[in-house]
């Protein structure tokens, strides 16, 4: 028998179930140890066992039996250099080794003695993986070698004393090319012996793994093995045994367990060096699978016993061990089934009816890992999008009310995400409880730290969790008022010293949102105590708890924040005086916005430098001084660019950005960069009536002439009441939206990438004669290389012109089609080519964009016709515009913040590369050898977002135990 024991998530299975040796019923007669080697006389195992288990065993034995061991394992050469008698003898001798109790093999448990054991599993293996074959004797030698060295393991309760013999290099190593291979050994091995040993072994460095302490879980020892694991989840064997489980399925097979439970365990309990590489392999094979594979078993959930259970629990954490890689997919199919199929998990009746607090029963668990990956999802801004899209709030509330502790944590931080204004003004009494809950289970939590306990590390995962979802849900206003009227404001002030740094930093920031309330704000000024502990803080705490500090005591020192709506009905009749429009800045834009979007920004950026902007960013989420480095920014620019998002929204640093921004009575100018969003809250008030530019629904060159067209609008505005020809200045002005429009012969261009062209570029990429050029008439599929030359010589394109001057046009086809499934991706390589050729000069990020806008209009691509009007998708944030919609309102004052550019979420930002993958809209699947991939011909718009790293989640907790068999 095999047990699945959930409360460590550790596959455990039952040794002496089939590794206990065979009674041997031979005479026992004592003989010193070189003797029986030479002789291969029999020895009687259960004799020795009954002389030795209570007793000490002889120094004179002691050294024999290591001297047994050593020799053996050290000279046996299998089949090829020592017959079957001498196989058949060690093999006597390690059952003989097998039936001594654990504390006398302790004692006698050299390194060398270990060693000795370890190098002969790893010869047995060797030989097995070569010839794909071992004879019994063999399989019966590496069996009972397998079973001695769980029991060296079992007897040394110091697993750090193993460090120095068992994670050899050798072992690992050798163990981890049977894995790669397996599907090859598999099929030779046609009653599965070598295998099941081969499952044995895994599970023992498995599990001396998760025994070790966690600092030593994170070097790269382990890493070929978990690299070797990803093989076997990729593999054929992995998809076959997955859809060959029954869902009324009783117990599992061998093979079904090591793919679906042992291999799936060591990936989510793995924490050491992982290679991008490697889990990027894993989401572009393995999502779209198991997506496949789960949506054919989902249908038959009614029927779902323990096995498949267990099975989809562990698919479900593997998936959500990849979060910090989920960027590039967020908008494929393959995630978005699984989002569908998570949310069908977490509304089957048949599966939460059976729900019980202990998470006794493996429905529990089920639930727990579904609500726990789906939280995973939350923290990806377009996963977030399409969450949304399934209006899965009262499914979420109904979670709220189960009686396990974590399902209820999880469900309270994926509202405070999908929750919206809306949400909450339909139903007051709900948000009223889902506050009371939070609140309730934080003082629970925060209780049970102070008592020493041996869950102390899930308390403060608990409070963590429940911190980040206080301080997504304080944005609304609403909420605000409930922490108010619920007096818990002082919870939070006792509180937020007592936890760790993580949840202080989410504790404070929570606090920095309360302070735009003025009720709040005065509460906290009167309290003497709290505001010297945040002063103190600015000195002594670590960088984030230290810009949330100086963000409490700016709103706190610098004036109460004054109710928005009031301020506005104050200042809608104000105007701006000639001094102030004839006023000169250091900086023409500021950009306000969140670490989360930070791509799209940067693209948005670099535009508009390109443009000779003089632009105010924040690249680094600067600390130190922050609030007076924003407040000088903002003072100090012409123009502030706001980048609407949920990211954006759920930020009270953004937020006292975005409002210091209308105090000073800077000009606005609002994007979005989500698709799908829509400001609401504290952002739609703010905003009015202004219009904004959509960068998801429009192509990227067309939104930013868009913004350069409102720039120029309200700049018209700005100037007015001057003396300046209004006729010549809109003369201007349509002449500089000619200039920058995309045209197929007049491309954008700036001044600075021009001067670098003529200076830098060799001459033959300045000077061409393109009269002659007949690539206007032909497509561009039949281009030859000299026609992509002369295009890109008529498009301005002159930086594109040496890195496509060997192509042909089937080439820059394709070409322009990696660029726009993956653009951050294959800029970066085409710069670094570009760097590399030209002695350090970059290709610049304005000519990319415009070299694939080119593209798509001369092919009559799918994106949007530069022809087409870009007003449709510039739209008032109300139905309901100003007579004059290009006119900027005037700004409201309200207290200022620093740019907050990270999520505040557990899951800390850690960007990482975009990379090429498929999507799924239909699948189409197509074979290779070892895996099979699937593509569509579905173009997507990608951003690169924050990914996330968490500290490890508590998980789910069960004794359930699957009944395995052979």
């Not at 989920?326 to 009746?349: C, F, K, M």
């Not at 809109?730 to 990438?753: F, G, M, V, W």
Request: aromatic share 10%; net charge neutral.
């Amino acid at each position: 028998m095999e047990g699945y024991c959930l409360a460590t998530m550790r596959y455990e299975p039952n040794f002496f179930a089939y590794n206990t040796p065979p009674p041997v019923t031979h005479a026992y007669t004592y003989h010193p140890i070189q003797t029986l080697i030479n002789e291969h006389e029999p020895i009687d195992t259960e004799s020795l066992h009954s002389k030795f288990v209570n007793s000490h065993v002889p120094k004179s034995y002691q050294s024999e039996i290591e001297y047994l061991s050593n020799h053996s394992a050290c000279n046996l050469n299998l089949k090829s250099k020592q017959g079957i008698d001498y196989v058949n003898t060690t093999n006597q001798r390690i059952k003989e080794l097998n039936c001594i109790s654990s504390d006398t093999l302790a004692d006698i448990a050299t390194n060398e003695f270990c060693v000795s054991i370890r190098n002969l599993i790893r010869n047995l293996l060797l030989d097995w993986h070569s010839s794909c074959k071992l004879s019994q004797d063999e399989t019966n030698l590496l069996s009972n070698s397998i079973f001695l060295l769980n029991h060296l393991i079992n007897s040394i309760q110091d697993v750090t004393k193993l460090a120095s013999w068992l994670p050899g290099r050798s072992l690992i190593n050798t163990l981890a090319t049977c894995m790669s291979d397996v599907d090859r050994l598999l099929s030779c091995d046609e009653n599965k012996q070598n295998f099941k040993q081969l499952s044995c072994l895994f599970d023992i460095l498995k599990t001396y793994y998760q025994r070790l302490p966690s600092q030593l879980q994170y070097g790269n020892v382990f890493n070929r093995l978990f690299e070797a694991t990803i093989d076997c989840l990729i593999s054929l064997n992995f998809d076959r045994t997955f859809k060959k489980l029954k869902p009324y399925a009783q117990s599992m097979t061998t093979k079904q367990n090591f793919f679906l439970i042992q291999c799936s365990s060591f990936f989510i309990n793995y924490h050491g060096i992982e290679t991008s590489k490697t889990i990027e392999q894993f989401l572009d094979t393995m999502v779209p699978r198991y997506a496949a594979v789960l949506d054919k078993h989902i249908e038959s959930i009614k029927e779902w016993n323990s096995p498949m259970i267990h099975t989809v629990h562990h698919l479900l954490l593997t998936v959500a061990h990849a979060k910090n890689y989920y960027t590039p997919y967020a908008n494929g199919q393959p995630l978005h089934w699984l989002i569908d199929i998570i949310v069908r998990i977490i509304s089957e009746p048949a599966l939460l009816k059976k729900v019980d607090h202990k998470a006794k029963k493996s429905e529990t668990v089920l639930i727990n890992s579904a609500v726990y990956t789906l939280t995973a999802f939350v923290h990806e801004p377009d996963l977030l999008v399409y969450i949304k899209e399934h209006k899965i709030i009262s499914i979420v509330r109904s979670l709220i009310l189960l009686s396990y502790e974590p399902i209820v944590i999880h469900a309270c931080v994926i509202l405070a995400y999908t929750l919206d204004e809306e949400d909450i003004k339909a139903s007051e009494k709900e948000s009223g409880r889902l506050v009371s809950n939070i609140l309730n289970l934080l003082r629970k939590n925060t209780r049970a730290l102070t008592k020493k306990s041996k869950n102390e590390e899930a308390t403060e995962h608990n409070i963590t969790l429940l911190a980040e979802a206080l301080q997504g849900l304080v944005q609304h206003d609403q909420i605000k008022v409930e922490i108010l009227k619920q007096n818990a404001l002082y919870l939070l002030i006792d509180n937020y010293q007592t936890v760790n740094d993580r949840s202080k930093r989410l504790l404070l920031e929570s606090l920095v949102s309360m302070t735009f309330i003025e009720d709040a704000a005065r509460l906290l000024g009167e309290n003497k105590n709290f505001v010297n502990s945040i002063q103190n803080m600015q000195k002594t705490a670590t960088e984030g708890i230290q810009k949330a500090a100086e963000k409490i005591l700016w709103n706190l020192q610098k004036g109460k924040p004054e109710n928005i709506v009031q301020q506005t009905k104050k200042m809608n009749n104000v105007k701006m005086s000639s001094t102030d429009r004839n006023r000169k800045y250091q900086y023409d834009i500021m950009i306000s916005y969140c670490h989360a979007e930070k791509e799209l920004v940067n693209r948005i950026h670099r535009f508009l430098v390109d443009q000779g902007f003089k632009i105010w960013i924040d690249q680094y989420n600067i600390y130190g001084p922050a609030m007076q480095a924003m407040a000088d920014a903002v003072e100090n620019s012409e123009f502030i660019i706001i980048c609407m998002s949920d990211s954006y929204k759920r930020s009270a640093y953004c937020q006292a950005e975005a409002e210091y921004a209308f105090r000073c009575k800077r000009r606005l100018l609002p994007v979005i960069l989500r698709q799908g969003y829509r400001p609401d809250g504290w952002l739609a008030l703010l905003l009015g009536s202004r219009i904004y530019i959509d960068f998801t629904r429009l192509e990227f060159f067309q939104a930013c002439t868009s913004l350069l067209k409102e720039i120029q609008l309200q700049r018209g505005d700005h100037f007015e009441d001057n003396t300046i020809n209004r006729d010549a200045l809109n003369e201007d002005q349509s002449n500089t939206i000619k200039r920058i429009k995309s045209d197929s012969k007049k491309p954008l261009k700036s001044y600075a990438i021009e001067t670098l062209e003529k200076s830098k570029l060799p001459e033959e990429y300045l000077n061409r004669n393109t009269v002659q050029s007949a690539y206007r008439s032909i497509s561009a599929h039949q281009w030859t290389t000299d026609d992509i030359l002369d295009f890109l010589y008529d498009s301005n394109l002159h930086y594109m012109m040496p890195l496509c001057e060997s192509m042909t046009g089937h080439g820059l086809m394709k070409l322009c089609e990696m660029c726009q499934t993956a653009p951050n991706r294959f800029y970066s390589q085409l710069n670094k080519e570009f760097i590399s050729r030209f002695n350090g000069i970059h290709l610049p990020i304005g000519i990319f964009t415009q070299f694939l806008s080119e593209i798509d209009q001369f092919t009559d691509s799918s994106s949007i016709s530069p022809t087409q009007s870009t007003e449709k998708y510039v739209t008032p944030l109300k139905s309901v515009l100003t007579s004059e919609p290009s006119a900027s309102p005037i700004p409201v004052i309200v207290e200022s913040s620093s740019n907050e550019s990270s999520s505040t979420s557990v899951l800390e930002p850690f960007v990482k590369p975009i990379v090429n993958h498929s999507y799924l809209l239909p699948p189409e699947q197509t074979g290779s050898p070892t895996l099979t991939t699937f593509h569509t011909s579905r173009k997507v718009h990608i951003t690169e977002q924050a990914s996330f790293q968490t500290e490890s989640i508590v998980a789910p907790t069960d004794n359930y135990v699957i009944q395995t068999s052979i």
